[in-house]
């Protein structure tokens, strides 16, 4: 039996780095205001380290959706790979030509481009997704927080997040 309802133990798990890293701040304030000496040099790598957990936590907890989408994601060294109801398939990280997010599936999919190879769609709530927050982040020149802003936005249509190599002109923007 538990004490805590379903949906408070959810946004609690959701939010786990950054209580986590609070907590680890919390600590390390309280270490450099105590005694001080070793313990107070000891504590400011503890408030560094638990700002850092927090700016992280913010990010991935913004990347999460709520669980019960169709299918499951793995991520296992740069290979995502997506075991759906009606589709599924493997992409390597670095095989990935572009990222996109498309708002108008139900529930939104994340759009994985290969080249000679068919998309990859992957809905953002599938079990396992929050693992492609680190394969995403790896991409190179993917701006995270352009990417949480348009998974938590309300574009109307399909948008490109990260593009490896563009064949458009210079002159024609992606956006």
Do not use: C
Not at 37 to 46: K, P, R, T
Not at 98 to 118: F, I, M, N, Q, Y
């Amino acid at each position: 039996m538990s004490f805590i309802r379903p949906e408070a133990k959810a946004a609690l798990w959701r939010w786990r780095e950054v209580i986590a890293g609070v907590a680890l701040a919390v600590l390390g304030a309280s270490w450099v205001t105590g005694p001080g000496g070793l313990l107070g040099w000891v504590g400011l790598a503890l408030v560094a380290a638990g700002t850092a957990l927090v700016v992280i936590g913010i990010q991935r907890a913004r990347f999460r959706r709520t669980i019960g989408g169709p299918g499951i994601v793995q991520v296992d060294e740069g290979q995502i790979t997506y075991f759906g109801p009606l589709t599924g398939g493997a992409a390597a990280v670095a095989d990935l030509q572009s990222l996109a997010l498309d708002p108008t599936a139900k529930p939104a999919h994340w759009v994985l481009v290969r080249r000679g190879e068919p998309p990859l769609t992957i809905p953002v709530n599938a079990e396992g997704s929050d693992a492609l927050f680190d394969a995403f982040a790896s991409l190179p020149g993917l701006r995270v927080q352009r990417m949480l802003a348009e998974l938590n936005g309300n574009t109307p249509h399909p948008v490109v997040i990260w593009e490896r190599s563009s064949d458009r002109p210079p002159r024609h923007r992606l956006h």
